[in-house]
């Protein structure tokens, strides 16, 4: 954290999480307690909780607009937070999950406050990829993890490595500049999976995964073969999820620098792991 | 005035005790925190639509992402 002797304003930036309530970290509940004003882009139901934390909490959800360009709404959002800082106060901006993961005025804000010599900070939140991993019970780190968003997977040249998970986020909003809600038709699903056909057979499974907001609404976790994902309707939460095919060939001349073949990796794991 | 089933899942949401309580118990446990016959009915029933339409918890409006650079 940068210290500002001569800038009284302080910024903290927390999460909520995915839920309405439950999965806000304490060390989140108590800075939200101290603050001076709460900007808040959360759900209404969530943001009626940070109210009962903070009355002092506003909302900046009404900087969205259908007919506005999302990169425009989050430089206001930046700019309404970087405004307050500036005017002096303890401020903190609480976003919906990981306020570090899919926000981008999180990280402008503390970027630009970090330059002028504000004291900033970010405290993590449980996201949605938290959920995913609880919910489907993949461990990323089993065969490996690929994250991207939608459109900016099939907007670049990137490489799939069909042994690791995929995990595809907002494919409900695929090549959307704006703020749709909504939508009933959904091109851009088809061409993801004409995409991903090049990777996977056609009858791979892969999962529709939206994490659970409420209490007493169980996540959705579809499973579909691949070759249907052109005819789903998702949401603009809905996240796609394409476990991978297994761990790939070992890479034996790497392995022999160790001193190790494929049979003495596994006699070590064995023995490690008894 | 904070919608009281709004203000119900709030608490359902942090509070495991709670919630185990209200499971073996829906229909008592939404009556004691006030809800009208309609929103007791939404909990009986577990009637998702309509809890996710009250609670507006969808979050989708805060997601994003377009890095151009």
């Given amino acids: ?274 | 005035m904070t919608d009281p089933l709004i203000a119900f899942l709030i608490e359902l949401d942090k509070d495991e005790a709670l919630k185990q309580k209200y499971l073996a118990d829906p229909q008592a446990v939404a009556e004691s925190y006030g809800l009208t016959p309609a929103d007791i009915a939404i909990c009986v029933n577990n009637d998702a639509k309509a809890m996710k339409q009250r609670a507006e918890a969808e979050g989708a409006d805060v997601v994003h992402i377009y890095h151009a650079n």
């Fill in chain 1, 1 to 274: 954290m940068a210290d500002s002797p001569n800038n009284k304003g302080s910024l903290t930036i927390v999460g909520t999480g995915i839920t309405l309530s439950g999965q806000m970290t304490l060390i989140t509940e108590s800075v939200l307690e101290n603050a001076d004003i709460v900007l808040s882009v959360v759900t209404q139901s969530a943001f009626i909780n940070l109210k009962n934390i903070n009355s002092n909490t506003i909302s900046l959800r009404d900087l969205y607009d259908v007919n506005t360009s999302r990169l425009v709404t989050y430089q206001k959002m930046k700019q309404r937070i970087v405004d307050e800082v500036e005017s002096g106060k303890r401020v903190v901006a609480a976003f919906y999950g990981h306020p570090g993961v899919f926000v981008d005025p999180s990280h402008d804000a503390i970027d630009e406050l970090r330059n002028k010599g504000f004291s900033v900070r970010m405290l993590p939140g449980i996201s949605a990829e938290d959920c995913l991993v609880a919910d489907l019970g993949l461990d990323p780190s089993r065969f490996g993890c690929q994250s991207y968003e939608a459109t900016q997977f099939l907007f670049r040249r990137y490489s799939i490595d069909p042994h690791m998970l995929q995990i595809i986020w907002q494919i409900g909003c695929i090549a959307e500049f704006n703020h749709p809600k909504n939508k009933t038709e959904h091109p851009g699903l088809a061409t993801l999976m004409e995409a991903l056909l090049k990777f996977y057979p056609a009858d791979h499974k892969v999962i529709i995964y939206e994490a659970a907001t409420i209490p007493l609404v169980a996540p959705r976790i579809d499973e579909i073969p691949l070759n249907e994902l052109g005819y789903i309707v998702p949401n603009t939460i809905s996240t796609l999820v394409v476990p991978g095919l297994g761990l790939p060939e070992y890479d034996t001349e790497t392995m022999a620098k160790f001193g190790l073949t494929p049979d003495t990796f596994k006699q070590k794991l064995s023995a490690d792991n008894g």
